[in-house]
C-alpha cells in the first residue's frame, strides 16, 4: 500500500508519494543505475559512447556537459525510450532492455517534449495519466499534482492553449502521479519562469529528501549546485568526471571503431 | 483475472481520451463525413440517373464510402499521438503493449460504426434503397465491416505515424489488406438487401468474422513493436 511522505523542508505545499516497493530500506537498496559500457549510435555515430557508471540509490545526480555530449541519450535508454546499441543499463537491478516492462514501473521521465495532449485540459491529462500508471485515489492525486505545480486554476483549460512553462509545469505535475523510484530530468527549468524555477528546485528538494533517486541534466550548473548530491560530466559520449559520494565510474574498454572523434559524434 | 481487468481499463482510458480529443478538436470527423459524402456523390454521378443501376451498385459504393473515408479516420485518430512526444510518452507507460491497440482499435472501432451507419443511411436515402426493411443483418454487416477496418487501421496507422508520407502510405498498407474484408461487406449488403434467397449471408458473415479476428490477434500481437526504438 503506497503511503505520502511529506518533507521537513520549506516547501509544505509538494506532496511526494512513495511505496514500499518502489523504495525499500536504504540498506537493501541495490544501486538505482549501474550501467556498463552502455553506447547508443544514431545512423553510426555514437551518441553514447560507452558509459560505465554507478548510482547509489537515493541520491540526486546531476548531469552535466556541452550539446551533444549524450545527456538526453543516457536518460532515454535510462527511460526505456530507446535501446542500446551497445552494453547494458540496470535500474534497480533490472535490465533496461530485457526487462523493459518492469523498468517502466520504477522509473519517471522527463523529456524535452511534454507528451501532453493538445485538445484535453490540464486535469483531463492527468487523469489520463492516472488511468495509465494504476494511480489509487486518482482524483485526490490529480487534484494535488495540478495544485503542486501551480496550475489548479487553470484545470480546466485547454493545453493547446497554454505556454511552454505551463506544459512544463503540467508534465511535472504528471510525475507527481506515480511512485517511481528513479526520476529522470531532460532541462527541467527548460521555459519555466521565477515560480517554475522555485518549483523544480522544491521538487528537487522533496525527492532528495525522501530518498528517490533523480538524476537530472541541465545546463544550470550552478543552480543545481546546492540541490545534488553529485555529479557525472558527459563529453562526446563518454564520462569526463563524477562526483560525489556514491557515485562510480570505470574507463570505458572500447574497441577502436566505437571509440568517438569530434567528427563522428551525434549531435 | 486482475491483468485482464486492468488492460481492459487501460483500452478504456484510450478511447476515452481519444473520443475527448475528438469531440474536441473534430480533426476526424468532419473531413472524414465530408469525404464519404463527395465519394458517394461523384460515384452517383458517375453511373448517372438510372434509379434501377444506382440501386445495384448501392452496397459497392456504401463499402467504397466507408473504406475510403474510413482510411482518413483511421490516420487522423492516430495523429493525436504526434502532439509534443505523446506517442513517447504512451509508449513509456507502464501498460500492456496489447491494451495500447486494444484502446486504440476501439476508439477506431466506435468512430467506424458510427460512419458506416451514417453512410449506410445517406446511401439509403441517395439511392432509394430500402435499408430498413433488412436492417438486423445490415447492422451485423455493418458491425463487422467497421471492426475489420478498425483493426486493420489501427495497425497500419501506427506503422505510418511517425513517417513524413503517411497520408500516401496509409492506403497504399490498407486498401490491399481490406480487399476481402471489402468483398464479404459487398456481398454480404446485396444479399441482404435481396432477403438472402439462397441463404448464403451467413457464409460472407463468417468469412468477415474470420477476417476480424485474424486481423485483431494478429494487431495485438504486433502493435507493440511499432511503439519500440
Redesign the interface.
Known amino acids: 500500500m503506497a503511503h505520502h511522505l511529506r518533507p521537513q523542508t520549506s516547501m509544505p505545499q509538494t506532496t511526494i508519494y512513495v511505496s514500499p516497493r518502489s523504495l525499500g530500506a536504504p540498506d537493501s537498496r541495490p544501486p538505482a543505475v549501474v550501467t556498463t559500457d552502455l553506447a547508443r549510435l544514431f545512423a553510426g555515430s555514437p551518441a553514447l559512447a560507452g558509459v560505465s557508471l554507478q548510482i547509489q540509490a537515493g541520491l540526486t545526480v546531476a548531469l552535466l556537459g556541452p550539446n551533444g555530449a549524450g545527456k538526453t541519450t543516457l536518460l532515454r535508454l535510462l527511460a526505456t525510450a530507446i535501446r542500446p546499441s551497445y552494453g547494458r543499463a540496470e535500474v534497480d537491478g533490472l535490465d533496461v532492455d530485457r526487462e523493459a516492462h518492469l523498468v517502466r514501473s520504477r522509473v519517471a521521465y522527463l523529456s524535452h517534449a511534454t507528451g501532453l495532449y493538445d485538445d484535453l485540459t490540464a486535469r483531463e491529462n492527468l487523469q489520463f495519466a492516472a488511468a495509465m500508471l494504476a494511480t489509487p485515489d486518482a482524483a485526490e492525486r490529480v487534484e494535488r499534482a495540478l495544485a503542486d505545480v501551480g496550475l489548479t486554476d487553470r484545470a480546466a483549460d485547454r493545453v493547446r492553449d497554454f505556454s511552454a512553462g505551463m506544459r512544463r509545469r503540467l508534465a511535472l505535475g504528471r510525475i507527481l502521479l506515480g511512485n517511481a523510484s528513479l526520476v529522470l530530468l531532460d532541462e527541467p527549468y527548460a521555459a519555466l519562469d521565477a515560480d517554475g524555477l522555485g518549483l523544480v528546485d522544491q521538487l528537487l528538494a522533496a525527492w532528495r529528501e525522501v530518498g528517490v533517486t533523480v538524476l537530472v541534466a541541465s545546463h544550470a550548473a550552478d543552480r543545481l549546485h546546492a540541490l545534488v548530491d553529485g555529479g557525472v560530466v558527459l563529453d562526446r559520449g563518454l564520462v569526463a568526471g563524477v562526483e560525489g559520494r556514491g557515485v562510480t565510474s570505470v574507463p570505458p574498454n572500447l574497441p577502436a571503431e566505437r571509440r568517438p572523434s569530434p567528427t563522428r559524434v551525434a549531435s | 483475472m486482475s491483468a485482464l481487468r486492468?488492460e481492459a481499463?487501460?483500452a478504456l482510458?484510450i478511447c476515452?481520451?481519444d473520443a475527448?480529443?475528438?469531440l474536441?478538436?473534430r480533426h476526424a470527423t468532419v473531413s472524414t463525413l465530408f469525404f464519404a459524402a463527395v465519394v458517394l456523390l461523384l460515384f452517383g454521378f458517375a453511373l448517372g440517373p438510372d434509379s434501377a443501376r444506382l440501386a445495384a451498385a448501392a452496397p459497392g459504393l456504401l463499402w467504397l464510402a466507408v473504406v475510403f473515408a474510413g482510411i482518413l479516420a483511421m490516420g487522423r485518430l492516430h495523429l493525436?499521438e504526434t502532439?509534443?512526444?505523446?506517442l513517447?510518452?504512451?509508449?513509456?507507460?507502464?501498460?500492456?503493449r496489447r491494451a495500447i491497440y486494444a484502446g486504440k482499435a476501439l476508439a477506431g472501432f466506435v468512430a467506424m460504426l458510427l460512419l458506416a451507419l451514417l453512410v449506410l443511411g445517406a446511401v439509403g436515402v441517395l439511392f432509394a434503397v430500402d435499408v430498413a426493411s433488412a436492417w438486423a443483418p445490415l447492422l451485423a454487416t455493418t458491425v463487422l465491416g467497421a471492426l475489420g477496418v478498425a483493426a486493420v487501421g489501427t495497425f497500419y496507422a501506427g506503422v505510418t505515424v511517425r513517417l513524413r508520407a503517411r497520408e500516401v502510405m496509409l492506403p497504399l498498407l490498407m486498401l490491399p489488406v481490406l480487399a476481402p474484408l471489402l468483398l464479404g461487406a459487398v456481398k454480404a449488403t446485396s444479399v441482404a438487401l435481396a432477403g438472402d434467397p439462397f441463404g448464403e449471408l451467413g457464409a460472407w458473415l463468417q468469412l468477415m468474422l474470420a477476417f476480424d479476428v485474424v486481423m485483431t490477434v494478429a494487431g495485438a500481437a504486433t502493435y507493440g513493436f511499432l511503439l519500440?526504438?
Request: no cysteine.
Open positions: 486492468g481499463r487501460v482510458a476515452r481520451k475527448l480529443a475528438e474536441r478538436g493525436l502532439d509534443d512526444g505523446a513517447e510518452q504512451l509508449a513509456l507507460y507502464p501498460v500492456a519500440e526504438d
